[in-house]
């Protein structure tokens, strides 16, 4: 069984960063794709960054240049650092693990942004 856990959401001031990890179980996490979503209140949830197993990354317009995501293989962790934050970034970011085998989420870590 595959699973995904978030951590160190949190609130920071407009301006701030904050680094965000997802830890997976299992030995699926080098083969898989990582991605970072995340949802605020009224909104769908939506897509902010991906890296694939050849470390291949993709970000959402809104997070270009303000936002990195990483992977480190032999810990199994997939990391997001954010940097100039803003008050619309404030949101619940979900972790996700996919490869042939699995599409996992994680629980969602909270991450609120005051100005």
């Known amino acids: 069984q595959v699973q995904v856990v978030e951590s160190g959401g949190g609130l920071a001031q407009a301006g701030g960063s904050l680094t965000l990890s997802c830890a997976a179980s299992g030995n699926w996490f080098s083969i898989s794709k990582m991605g970072w979503y995340r949802q605020a209140p009224g909104k769908q949830r939506e897509l902010v960054a991906t890296?694939?197993?050849?470390?291949?990354?993709n970000y959402a317009d809104s997070v270009k240049g303000r936002f990195t995501i990483s992977r480190d293989n032999a810990k199994n962790t997939v990391y997001l650092q954010m940097n100039s934050l803003k008050p619309d970034d404030t949101a619940v970011y979900y972790c996700r693990l996919t490869n042939s085998m699995y599409d996992v989420w994680g629980q969602g870590t909270q991450v609120t942004v005051s100005s």
């Open positions: 890296i694939t197993s050849g470390r291949t990354t």
